[in-house]
């Protein structure tokens, strides 16, 4: 089992910097690629950013430029510098990471923060 807590939300105004941070405990063998979603109130959650184990990143086209995924594997821990935000950017961010139980199980587990709100408001 897998426990991700994710922390750093907080009420910031627009132009404004957040830093979350989602650390991953329990049982497992190894982390692989973590992710961070939002869902704001009456949208689909969607993707932000991913970062994969050797430190590939991606983004969303609405984030490029102004958010920064890393994440240091010696802690399993994921963060999410976010620069700039824009009232649009107000969601419960959610931090995602797939795992691998044992180094005999291939399957890859599915996990999930419990969200962190972050509210960008004047």
């Known amino acids: 089992q897998v426990q991700l807590v994710e922390s750093g939300g907080g009420l910031v105004q627009p132009g404004g910097s957040l830093r979350l941070s989602c650390a991953a405990s329990?049982?497992?063998?190894?982390?692989?690629?973590m992710d961070w979603y939002r869902q704001a109130p009456g949208k689909q959650r969607e993707l932000v950013a991913g970062?994969?184990?050797?430190?590939?990143?991606n983004y969303a086209d609405s984030v490029k430029g102004r958010f920064t995924i890393s994440r240091d594997n010696a802690k399993d821990t994921v963060y999410l510098q976010m620069n700039n935000l824009k009232p649009e950017d107000a969601a419960v961010y959610y931090c995602?990471?797939?795992?691998?139980?044992?180094?005999?199980?291939?399957?890859?587990?599915?996990?999930w923060g419990q969200g962190t709100q972050v509210t960008v408001s004047s």
């Open positions: 995602n990471a797939k795992s691998q139980s044992s180094r005999a199980t291939l399957r890859l587990a599915d996990n």
């Open positions: 329990g049982s497992f063998f190894i982390i692989y690629d």
């Open positions: 970062i994969s184990r050797s430190g590939n990143s």
